[in-house]
Nanobody
Framework: QLQASGGGLVQAGGSLRLSCAASGRAFSTYAMGWFRQAPGKEREFVAAIKRSGSSTSYADSVKGRFTISKDNAKKTVYLQMNSLKPEDTAVYYC???????????????????WGQGTQVTVSS
């Protein structure tokens, strides 16, 4: 089970840190990802991290502004979001990939478990 938190309302240029806490003992074996969905749009990939935290991947739209990290001891994955823009407004979802892929997944169907989402709103 995944529980996302940390969303809120922030002005453009501000920062937020999202957290996604997992239950169960398998967290360290999961690659983790963050996706987002804005109103009227499809869910899109934001960032992903390998199960060990050794490798990350980002959507071009967030590269250089967002950082994904993973703490296996705390069973938590984070998304640090800096220099936020109004177009970052969306519901953000964390997801777990339990299938030991070689490459990080960037598509929704590559993830097995999903959190409930947390709203991020960036005002201009």
């Amino acid at each position: 089970q995944l529980q996302a938190s940390g969303g809120g309302l922030v002005q453009a240029g501000g920062s937020l840190r999202l957290s996604c806490a997992a239950s169960g003992r398998a967290f360290s074996t999961y690659a983790m990802g963050w996706f987002r969905q804005a109103p009227g749009k499809e869910r899109e990939f934001v960032a992903a991290i390998k199960r060990s935290g050794s490798s990350t991947s980002y959507a071009d739209s967030v590269k250089g502004r967002f950082t994904i990290s993973k703490d296996n001891a705390k069973k938590t994955v984070y998304l640090q979001m800096n220099s936020l823009k109004p177009e970052d407004t969306a519901v953000y979802y964390c997801a777990a990939d339990a299938r030991f892929r070689v490459e990080l997944g960037t598509n929704s169907y590559e993830y097995d478990y999903w959190g409930q989402g947390t709203q991020v709103t960036v005002s201009s």
